[in-house]
């Protein structure tokens, strides 16, 4: 996917993206990170067509994102909210299926290749023995697979999240990048992610784009990205970098 000096404005005085220009690479981890408020799921919302741009281009294949049916769009790519909302008595099986909506027609019944997708996403996300449980029934980590194993039914190319790791404790948080990181290694989806957490993007991601203001700042691998002069830049703060044997590079501290 490529984005050309991309424009996005809400009140026509402040652009919540200002010329933004990248190119998110096939078959790798992207994970978007920065200071609230910097552009990050804005960035995140063009990408997945949620949100035009005033100016400026987004392109998937050569081809410009607002030329895409959103059905043929949605089979390209798939995204995951940080908040989502259904009826409390859904189960989880019924709302993994609604990932095949793209492949369907109108009112058309599941066929065999909707059920082996429906079992596959079910399967990876760990959630088979649970495919019958009401989603109110499962904890905050069980819920966010959930909304992930909807998204891998579209059996889509790329798989966006939006900040998904927020509000969960940190084994779920762990439990979800890892199954992110096996999606991508396993089955070669090219994932788009916005994360907080600076170690998490270094430790689960390919490329990172570091935002500040609406703008990227720095782009490219972690270790080139996540420096000292960087992060003064984009967070004010001074860091502190080590290297371990067994997770390697890592932020250690911040500080003032």
Not at 32 to 49: A, E, F, M, Q, Y
Not at 95 to 114: A, Y
Not at 203 to 218: E, H, L, P, V
Request: net charge negative; proline share 4%.
């Amino acid at each position: 996917m490529e984005m050309k000096s991309i424009i996005v404005s809400h009140d026509n005085k402040t652009n919540h993206l200002d010329g933004v220009t990248t190119t998110i690479p096939k078959g790798e981890i992207t994970t978007i990170i920065g200071p609230n408020g910097c552009g990050k799921s804005t960035l995140l919302s063009v990408l997945s067509r949620n949100n035009m741009p005033k100016s400026g281009s987004a392109s998937l294949e050569n081809r410009d994102l607002v030329m895409y049916k959103p059905k043929e769009f949605a089979k390209k790519l798939a995204i995951v909210y940080q908040q989502n909302d259904v009826p409390k008595d859904l189960t989880i099986e019924k709302l993994v299926s609604f990932g095949r909506l793209p492949h369907k027609t109108m009112l058309q019944r599941n066929q065999e290749e909707d059920h082996q997708a429906i079992d596959w996403a079910l399967s990876v996300t760990n959630l088979v023995e649970k495919r019958h449980n009401d989603l109110e029934a499962l904890s905050g980590g069980e819920r966010q697979r959930v909304w992930i194993a909807m998204a891998l039914a579209q059996q889509s190319e790329i798989l966006c999240l939006d900040e998904p790791t927020t509000y969960l404790d940190i084994y779920y948080q762990i439990e979800l990048l890892e199954l992110v990181k096996s999606l991508n290694e396993e089955y070669g989806l090219t994932i788009v992610m916005v994360l907080h957490d600076i170690n998490q993007a270094i430790r689960y991601s390919d490329q990172i784009i570091m935002m500040k203001d609406g703008q990227i700042i720095a782009e490219g691998p972690p270790r080139e990205v996540i420096t000292k002069d960087v992060i003064k830049k984009v967070y004010g703060v001074n860091a502190i970098f080590k290297e371990d044997d067994e997770i390697g590079f890592y932020m250690m501290s911040l500080g003032i």
